[in-house]
């Protein structure tokens, strides 16, 4: 029967095991005249291998990573390993199925949760975030799109805008930053309760991109014939704080390698060399254009934090309790400017100590602006600090901002972070009938780098003639570029093999398989958004009518009805 069995079992491409099966139940047919008992229940058996000593604690080790593992999927790896190595090693004659490996992952503490993407309905119509889309859209509508050429219809053929005399073309750029893991995931990933699909940051094997698109021409990069002009001009000259890149670069992207033993991690200093290059790439193929560069808010967190330019936060001299601020611009000069003496300066403040990391303070921070010196001449007399005025103004702001914010705690049941700065640089009415001139204080908080508390990345774009704004928060189905992450990370798990060498090669490869047409239906996608925003719609109508309408730039009053908006 032993034979007959293994011919059975082999027809059927199965093993021994199987026919042994076969054998045994051919065998219990015969003794009983009865079906063998149903095999369901089996999983039920399996599962309680699970509850085996040795299974247990080994597959314990596996998943804290102390057991080498293989590329692919968690699911494949632990199937995988059961199947090929644990049971055969206990000399456990069975397999683990598909469904079963889904149930020990559970019990091993793992969850399938969805990797997040797509919009975020969390904090959408929390009231500042509205009235921060609204600010957002206003401008938009009124500053850029009025501008701005439109590309509509099946084939995205463009139309050029009327624009009133004096003018120019607007193109809207978008930029945001993306990683990929060189084992990159689904979008589906097993994790333990509070962890993060980032796990591999620590393994090195990141490829971080950071990129701008726009309409026009997809991607923000000199095309061959652009290069070739460009390369009959001269170098431009080496800027000092360029990082040392003398040299013309030809494609707004960057990509780097970040982790253990690569380069360092994406940061603010690069995001700003990177848009002072794109904005000369613009500069090449848009001569004479405004290029509107938009970001996602937490690109411009970096420079709102405590360093901020706030002039009634500073002291008069150097040193003592006063914040270090973020290093400027003089406005009037485009000089940088420091706000702290350098670690190697050789001065001492008035009682002999060093000055060296300290805060420079107001008299020589206005010294270093030339305005000590301009007030001087003009009015003969010397400043003070801060007057009386402007002392009681502050605390009657102080005093108010402390209330509204009280306010807004009640409401929300936290707080926020950022409000406590954004009150007290708002200058209110009475402020502006106040002189100019009265104290230090007064006199550093007008000028223009003081005044406004723009991120930098804002300042810069502005005084090259651009535009800049932000995204508001938890938006970024505003972002044309998620779409284009979306395409990167699809056929990059396509193509993967798990290795640093493929991935390195495949990103760029990824990026550049986005076609232009692409780029303009992902930019449409977001307009339409946008214009379901601006008719007040809430986030989840905006899904639904962004969805329905898709051959559409805006969205069609019949969707409105439907929706009862109107
Ligand atoms: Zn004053």
Request: proline share 5%.
């Amino acid at each position: 029967m032993t034979t007959a069995s293994n011919i059975v079992a082999d027809r059927f491409g199965k093993g021994p095991w199987f026919a042994r099966r076969l054998c045994a139940m051919a065998s219990y047919i015969l003794h009983t005249q009865e079906l063998p008992p149903s095999t369901q229940g089996k999983g039920a058996q399996r599962s309680s291998l699970f509850n085996c000593l040795e299974v247990r604690s080994t597959l314990e080790k596996w998943t804290k990573g102390l057991i080498p593992i293989e590329q692919g999927g968690l699911e494949g790896q632990l199937r995988q390993y059961v199947n090929m190595v644990l049971f055969p090693s206990l000399e456990i004659e069975d397999m683990i199925s598909e469904s079963m490996v889904n149930q020990w992952l559970k019990k091993l503490g793992f969850q399938l949760l969805q990797v997040q993407k797509g919009i975020y309905v969390d904090g959408h119509e929390r009231n500042d975030v509205v009235e921060s889309r609204k600010q957002f859209l206003d401008y938009i509508y009124t500053e850029v799109l009025p501008f701005s050429c439109v590309y509509e219809g099946a084939d995205l053929t463009v139309t050029a805008p009327s624009l009133p005399p004096g003018q120019k073309l607007h193109h809207t750029i978008f930029h945001d930053e993306t990683c990929i893991h060189a084992n990159e995931l689904d979008n589906f990933a097993w994790m333990r309760e509070g962890e993060q699909p980032l796990r591999n940051k620590s393994r090195g094997c990141i490829v971080h991109v950071s990129d701008f698109i726009l309409e026009d021409c997809g991607h923000l990069r000199l095309s061959d014939d652009e290069i070739k002009h460009q390369q009959t001009l001269p170098l431009p000259p080496k800027a000092p704080g360029d990082g040392g890149a003398g040299n013309q670069s030809f494609d707004a992207r960057r990509i780097i390698y970040p982790g253990k033993n690569h380069d360092p991690w994406w940061d603010m200093a690069q995001l700003i060399a990177q848009t002072k290059d794109a904005i000369k790439i613009f500069e090449v193929k848009y001569p004479d254009s405004v290029g509107v560069f938009i970001y996602d808010c937490s690109s411009a967190h970096a420079v709102f934090t405590s360093d901020a330019l706030l002039a009634h936060k500073m002291n008069r001299g150097p040193g003592g309790k006063q914040p270090k601020m973020q290093s400027t611009v003089i406005p009037s000069t485009g000089k940088p400017q420091l706000m702290v003496y350098p670690d190697d300066y050789e001065g001492v403040d008035k009682s002999g100590k060093p000055l060296a990391g300290q805060p420079k303070g107001m008299e020589r921070v206005l010294q270093e602006h030339g305005l000590l010196e301009m007030h001087h001449n003009k009015h003969g007399s010397k400043l003070v600090g801060v007057c009386k005025t402007c002392k009681l103004s502050q605390e009657a702001r102080d005093k108010a901002l402390k209330e509204a914010k009280e306010k807004q705690d009640e409401i929300e049941g936290s707080g926020d972070e950022a409000l406590g700065e954004r009150g007290i640089s708002d200058m209110d009415e009475d402020d502006l009938l106040r002189p100019s001139n009265c104290c230090m204080q007064r006199v550093l908080s007008l000028q223009e780098d003081f005044r406004h508390e723009k991120p930098l990345l804002q300042l810069i774009i502005e005084r090259a003639g651009h535009k800049c704004a932000f995204l508001p928060k938890f938006h970024c189905e505003l972002n044309p570029i998620e779409m284009v992450w979306s395409q990167l990370k699809r056929r990059f798990r396509e193509y993967a093999d798990g290795t640093f060498p493929t991935a390195k090669k495949l990103v760029p490869e990824c990026l550049d398989a986005v076609s232009t047409v692409n780029i303009r239906r992902y930019f449409q996608h977001c307009w339409r958004y946008m214009d379901a925003y601006k008719r007040g719609l809430n986030v989840k109508q905006a899904a639904y009518a962004v969805k329905k309408y898709t051959s559409h730039r805006r969205i069609p009053r019949g969707v409105m009805m439907d929706l009862g908006v109107l």
